[in-house]
């Protein structure tokens, strides 16, 4: 063999070595992962997974559900976690900390290698700047949030990402061990019970002494996982005990299962089989597979909506997150009843748009807001009767404007870009659907602000209040009332329904999200931030579809003057006069 095929060969084995080592994403053995994963944690006022735990605390320090620690190894979240709890020296490596703007880095004052400005870095490369960090953070969270700048915004959520650090590294957050009281509602973190004067119970001691063990055997494979499965018992045990274990198996199904990505999957596949069917509208093999790509993905999101409510013991609707989800689902499933009645392809066109808009938005929701989407819920929503009912009943009247808004787009935008062969065939049966829901989406609306007003004299005292949601309700209803009557006194006619339902769109948007924006209401558990962009980007798109509508509209009567006008004589005519 020659010297150079040797060479060859030896630079080839290096390198599937090296990319074998690399691929070894784990630190931790798969059953030492399996048994972290199914630990019981208390936080945020439930018991969950450690697994779900450490996904949703990685992707509010990441931006994402992996890191990759100073060895090049891919992390998951448990394996993250572990590294934290039981391994914090190495954790402080890893580049888990998401820093949106280099100018942050620059106003700590710590000077790094050539970076791109939105780069992910450790908790040593930060440690240099993190007095001046906490310094500037302190200063900066006096502000209100609308008047923070970027920068300044990205410092204080910095400093809040790294105390969390910090404290899961010190065991102060992660609440693992369950008390012996079964009235007693909080549990323990291994740092409360270290520090504790009080004495331990017997199920508290023996979990503690098996949690420092396993900490102390790391390092050490087969000893680290004989001391947490120890550690594994104990908290099971005393999670059974309190009745707060049974549903953390079917939790880390629901998330492993992954039945959301599944369902955008089959969505999308359907969009494009829908596209085809356009371009080819003979080939019947297109819609059916169009039409059971459709169904399939609306069967999956149903089914994590019936898993989600089984899991919480709640109805369907109880978080904005939700809402997305629901929304997503009532649209699709309400399309596709109708695509049924009249296999025009228009209905089945609208149903698999929505529902993988719907999906991206609910996925990029989860990622702004970076909690966990199936929260303990605040007191005012602690009750599934209005939960079931006025929730449920006006996210149904959110769901139907929103189908409304995009089938009369459709109609709009085909006015003006569709082909002429479209007009007859497919325009009037567009009016129609856009007729249809309107009305059961404001059927859904009234009976929704209505169940709303006597919810709130149950907790208020009073029926209506001028509470901002309270008038973004009352605008849909007001909003659809105006078009139907319209429609019905003659004022307005198929083009102009279809204008009008699609410019109602923004108002459900602004009455399901942009009262969120104003911060102020009786409804604070629905605050949210970061939106704005998206809801303002929605807004731009509807009205432009109205600006072509109107065009469109302009067009169509230039085209009909001219039909109708009098022909002009010929020159023999002429001259004959």
Same mark, same amino acid.
């Given at each position: 063999?020659?010297?150079?095929?040797?060479?060859?060969?030896?630079?080839?084995?290096?390198? /599937?070595?090296?990319?074998?080592?690399?691929?070894?994403?784990e630190?931790?053995?798969?059953?030492?992962?399996e048994?972290?994963?199914s630990?019981?944690?208390?936080?945020?006022?439930?018991?969950?997974?450690?697994?779900?735990?450490?996904?949703?605390?990685?992707?509010?320090l990441?931006?994402?559900?992996? %890191? !990759?620690?100073?060895?090049?190894?891919?992390?998951?979240?448990?394996?993250?976690? *572990?590294?934290?709890?039981?391994?914090?020296?190495?954790?402080?490596?890893?580049?888990?900390?998401?820093?949106?703007?280099?100018?942050?880095? =620059?106003?700590?004052? /710590?000077?790094?290698?050539?970076?791109?400005?939105?780069?992910?870095?450790?908790?040593?490369?930060?440690?240099?700047?993190?007095?001046?960090?906490?310094?500037?953070?302190?200063?900066?969270?006096?502000?209100?949030?609308?008047?923070r700048?970027?920068?300044?915004?990205?410092?204080?959520t910095?400093? =809040?990402?790294?105390?969390?650090?910090?404290?899961?590294?010190?065991?102060?957050?992660?609440?693992?061990?369950?008390?012996?009281?079964?009235?007693?509602?909080? +549990?323990?973190?291994?740092?409360?019970?270290?520090a504790?004067s009080?004495?331990?119970?017997?199920?508290?001691?023996?979990?503690?002494?098996?949690?420092?063990?396993?900490?102390?055997?790391?390092?050490?494979?087969?000893?680290?996982?004989?001391?947490?499965?120890?550690?594994?018992?104990?908290?099971?045990?005393?999670?059974?005990?309190?009745?707060?274990?049974?549903?953390?198996?079917?939790?880390?199904?629901?998330?492993?299962?992954?039945?959301?990505?599944?369902?955008?999957?089959?969505?999308?596949?359907?969009?494009?089989?829908?596209?085809?069917?356009?371009?080819?509208?003979?080939?019947?093999?297109?819609?059916?597979?169009?039409?059971?790509l459709? #169904?399939?993905?609306?069967? *999956?999101?149903?089914?994590?909506?019936v898993?989600?409510?089984?899991?919480?013991? $709640?109805?369907?609707?109880?978080?904005?997150?939700?809402?997305?989800?629901?929304?997503?689902?009532?649209? /699709?499933?309400?399309?596709?009843?109708?695509?049924?009645?009249?296999?025009?392809?228009?209905?089945?066109?609208?149903?698999?748009?929505? #529902?993988?808009?719907?999906l991206?938005?609910?996925?990029?929701?989860?990622?702004?807001?970076?909690?966990?989407?199936?929260?303990?819920?605040?007191?005012?929503l602690?009750?599934?009767? +209005?939960?079931?009912?006025?929730?449920?009943?006006?996210?149904?009247?959110? %769901?139907?404007?929103?189908?409304?808004a995009?089938?009369?787009?459709?109609?709009?935008?085909?006015?003006?870009?569709?082909?002429?062969?479209?007009?007859?065939?497919?325009?009037?049966?567009?009016? $129609?659907?856009?007729?249809?829901?309107?009305?059961?989406?404001?059927?859904?609306?009234? /009976? #929704?602000?209505?169940?709303? #007003?006597?919810?709130?004299?149950?907790?208020? @005292?009073?029926?209506?209040?001028?509470?901002?949601?309270?008038?973004?309700?009352?605008?849909?209803?007001?909003?659809?009332?105006?078009?139907?009557? %319209?429609?019905?006194? @003659?004022?307005?006619? !198929?083009?102009?329904?279809?204008?009008?339902?699609?410019?109602?769109?923004?108002?459900?948007?602004?009455?399901?999200?942009?009262?969120?924006?104003?911060?102020v209401?009786?409804?604070?558990?629905?605050?949210?931030?970061?939106?704005?962009?998206?809801?303002?980007?929605?807004?731009?798109?509807?009205?432009?579809?109205?600006?072509?509508?109107?065009?469109a509209?302009?067009? !169509?009567?230039?085209?009909?003057?001219?039909?109708?006008?009098?022909?002009?004589?010929?020159?023999?005519?002429? $001259?004959?006069?």
């Amino acid at each position: 063999m020659s010297a150079w095929l040797r060479r060859l060969l030896a630079l080839a084995l290096c390198l /599937v070595t090296a990319l074998g080592a690399r691929g070894q994403s784990e630190r931790w053995t798969p059953r030492a992962l399996e048994l972290a994963g199914s630990l019981p944690v208390q936080e945020g006022g439930r018991v969950k997974p450690l697994e779900t735990f450490a996904s949703f605390t990685l992707l509010r320090l990441n931006g994402k559900r992996s %890191a !990759e620690d100073a060895d090049g190894r891919k992390l998951t979240p448990t394996a993250w976690l *572990l590294d934290v709890l039981f391994d914090p020296e190495h954790a402080a490596g890893t580049r888990a900390f998401l820093v949106q703007d280099a100018e942050a880095l =620059e106003a700590i004052g /710590v000077q790094l290698d050539e970076r791109r400005k939105r780069d992910r870095y450790s908790y040593r490369e930060l440690e240099p700047g993190l007095s001046k960090l906490f310094d500037l953070a302190h200063q900066y969270d006096a502000l209100e949030a609308a008047q923070r700048s970027s920068v300044q915004s990205q410092i204080v959520t910095l400093a =809040e990402n790294v105390l969390l650090f910090a404290r899961l590294s010190r065991q102060e957050i992660v609440a693992l061990i369950p008390p012996p009281d079964a009235r007693t509602e909080a +549990w323990n973190t291994p740092a409360e019970l270290r520090a504790s004067s009080k004495p331990l119970s017997t199920a508290q001691a023996g979990a503690l002494a098996a949690f420092e063990r396993a900490f102390d055997s790391t390092g050490r494979a087969a000893a680290f996982e004989a001391a947490l499965e120890r550690f594994h018992h104990h908290a099971v045990v005393g999670a059974r005990l309190r009745g707060e274990y049974d549903k953390i198996p079917s939790e880390r199904a629901y998330y492993r299962a992954n039945l959301l990505r599944w369902s955008l999957t089959a969505f999308l596949l359907a969009f494009a089989s829908t596209a085809l069917l356009w371009l080819a509208p003979r080939r019947k093999w297109l819609y059916a597979t169009a039409a059971t790509l459709c #169904g399939v993905g609306a069967a *999956l999101l149903v089914a994590v909506i019936v898993w989600r409510c089984i899991l919480r013991e $709640r109805p369907p609707v109880s978080t904005l997150y939700e809402t997305k989800l629901f929304v997503t689902a009532t649209g /699709v499933l309400i399309a596709l009843v109708i695509e049924a009645i009249g296999r025009q392809r228009l209905a089945l066109s609208a149903a698999v748009v929505l #529902g993988a808009l719907g999906l991206f938005v609910a996925h990029g929701y989860e990622v702004l807001d970076k909690r966990d989407t199936m929260p303990a819920l605040v007191a005012v929503l602690d009750t599934n009767f +209005w939960l079931a009912t006025h929730v449920t009943a006006i996210t149904i009247g959110y %769901a139907a404007g929103m189908l409304a808004a995009l089938l009369a787009s459709f109609y709009l935008l085909a006015k003006l870009l569709g082909p002429r062969r479209l007009e007859r065939q497919h325009f009037a049966a567009l009016s $129609r659907m856009v007729y249809g829901v309107l009305c059961f989406g404001l059927i859904f609306s009234l /009976v #929704g602000t209505l169940l709303g #007003g006597i919810w709130a004299n149950e907790s208020w @005292g009073r029926f209506w209040g001028w509470d901002p949601k309270e008038n973004g309700a009352l605008l849909i209803v007001i909003s659809q009332l105006v078009i139907l009557h %319209a429609r019905r006194g @003659g004022y307005l006619r !198929e083009h102009g329904v279809c204008m009008a339902a699609a410019f109602a769109g923004t108002i459900v948007a602004f009455s399901w999200w942009g009262v969120n924006l104003l911060g102020v209401g009786l409804h604070s558990y629905g605050f949210t931030s970061g939106i704005q962009a998206a809801l303002w980007s929605y807004y731009g798109a509807q009205w432009s579809i109205c600006g072509l509508g109107a065009l469109a509209w302009l067009l !169509e009567r230039r085209r009909e003057r001219v039909a109708h006008a009098p022909a002009e004589p010929s020159t023999a005519q002429r $001259r004959a006069a």
